[in-house]
């Protein structure tokens, strides 16, 4: 999946939107990119739980 945070502007934002992916599915593949302000997400989880989570760390995202 590919989605856009908005507020991920920076690696420290990458890293953290990164932990909250893999607390829901530890073997989540997640290639952020703060530049575009977008992840691209290989994950079991599905596309709720994985916004639920960014939302509750405090990065909405939206999917592309």
């Known amino acids: 999946m590919k989605l856009t945070i908005e507020n991920m502007t920076c690696g420290g934002c990458a890293r953290?939107?990164?932990?909250?992916?893999?607390?829901?599915?530890?073997?989540?593949?997640?290639?952020t990119n703060p530049a575009i302000r977008s992840v691209e997400v290989e994950t079991n989880a599905t596309l709720a739980a994985v916004k639920q989570v960014l939302e509750d760390a405090g990065y909405p995202a939206s999917a592309d």
């Open 16 to 31: 953290s939107v990164t932990k909250a992916i893999q607390s829901v599915d530890p073997n989540a593949r997640v290639d």
